[in-house]
């Protein structure tokens, strides 16, 4: 007996080895029954379709993180090059890295730092390989540094160093990619403004770099610059850091945070005092989380029936709640059960729904909304009127412009 999922086929009675499974295209690691595959289906975190497509950018360019080949600003997705096989995207403050479906791994824009790999300083305004290898697999930007995860299992980091944020035992910046211990476990990562979080294939989660207002949830506000476990817990999915704090996923679809508060940034209702967490705290009492994003000051979140919701800053109206009031509670944007994806990024928001639509709100400084114009939005306005987008960036916290993949 056999049971199909999106891309193939396991077997009830002779299960197959696959590669690892991250909800958004890859596959299961390890060998799984017909039972195991059905409950991790069941979670949303059994493997779709593979996604790749055309990468698309636009906003400010002072770096030539749009990969046009200049620093003009754009206020309208242009795409970059003519490529159609970019798999995943994350930003930085002012780049773009980006994992082809051949696993070879480019970066375009800032590399202050040497956060574009190349062994330099150098900015750079269209794409180029970092390195030779053909096995990355996630990529996560943050503020002037990187993080990336193999097909082999292993960690990497490079970029900018201080608080020890590139997790190796030190503060001294890297220009290439420099692994990260020696563990072979690595599963999910996630960079904020200058700490990391990451989650290994056991579920339990892991921090690094700068403790402020306890971000990095380890009951304090030590820094750390090797990672050190977040509480003893095996039940981590998924996990996004902000600028000053970060928000967490349970297996059980329970949604934690932890860190900055001051604008409500954490959602926990606690308007008034904004009391910091340094632990890991629930955040009302809802299990259907399926996504959330941490933009710099705000913060994000669909829910496995497809609304959206959003909490923290709304300086320029980045919650897309019409008005430009603060939340300390997740707010549901509009009353449409139809989102996907969202992503916050340092003032403003992007989103996809699922008919291939695009939405952008919030601050429009650079025309980083997309809309042609750089009026600021305070509630979600379709970017162009194409259904084929497939994926925004899976980090962006820092990011003062915008990008998405979308098919041919």
């Not at 629930?282 to 996504?291: D, M, P, R, S, Y």
């Not at 829910?303 to 919701?309: F, R, Y």
């Not at 162009?384 to 993949?405: C, E």
């Amino acid at each position: 007996m056999s049971q199909k999922y999106p891309g193939g086929i396991i077997s009830k009675t002779a299960p197959v080895t696959v590669g690892p499974v991250d909800g958004e295209g890859g596959s299961a690691p390890g060998v799984w029954t017909l039972t195991q595959a059905l409950e991790l289906n069941k979670q949303n975190l059994w493997p779709k379709p593979p996604v790749q497509g055309e990468l698309y950018a636009w906003g400010g360019n002072g770096s030539g993180q749009l990969g046009q080949n200049n620093l003009v600003n754009l206020s309208n997705p242009v795409q970059i090059g003519a490529l159609t096989t970019w798999a995943r995207i994350t930003e930085g403050e002012a780049n773009i890295i980006a994992v082809k479906t051949d696993g070879t791994l480019w970066g375009v824009g800032d590399g202050n730092y040497g956060s574009l790999g190349q062994n330099s300083l150098a900015n750079f305004s269209s794409p180029v390989q970092i390195g030779a290898l053909s096995t990355w697999y996630q990529v996560a930007g943050g503020g002037s540094f990187t993080l990336a995860t193999k097909t082999d299992g292993t960690l990497w980091a490079w970029g900018r160093n201080t608080n020890g944020r590139l997790g190796l035992g030190d503060i001294v910046n890297r220009s290439s990619p420099v692994q990260i211990g020696a563990l072979t476990t690595w599963y999910k990562v996630a960079a904020g403004r200058e700490h990391a979080l990451a989650i290994k294939t056991d579920g339990t989660l892991w921090a690094w770099g700068s403790g402020d207002s306890g971000k990095l949830g380890t009951g304090n506000t030590i820094y750390r610059s090797s990672p050190v476990q977040v509480g003893a817990l095996t039940t981590w999915a998924q996990v996004a850091a902000g600028g000053n704090n970060t928000f967490a996923i349970k297996t059980d679809g329970t949604l934690w945070s932890w860190g900055y508060n001051e604008q409500g940034n954490l959602g926990l209702n606690d308007s008034g005092t904004y009391t910091k967490r340094s632990s890991p705290v629930q955040v009302g009492a809802l299990t259907t989380w399926k996504q959330v994003s941490a933009g710099d000051n705000h913060a994000l979140a669909v829910s496995s029936n497809g609304a959206l919701w959003a909490w923290g800053s709304n300086g320029s109206g980045r919650l897309g709640l019409n008005d430009a009031n603060n939340r300390s509670s997740p707010t549901q944007v509009g009353a449409l059960t139809t989102w996907s994806q969202a992503a916050g990024g340092a003032t403003h928001t992007v989103a996809l729904k699922t008919d291939g639509t695009l939405w952008s709100w919030g601050q429009n400084n650079s025309g980083k909304l997309g809309l042609n114009d750089t009026v600021n939005r305070s509630s979600p306005v379709q970017v162009g009127a194409l259904t084929s987008w497939v994926r925004i960036p899976i980090n962006m916290s820092q990011s003062v412009f915008s990008s998405a993949l979308k098919t041919p």
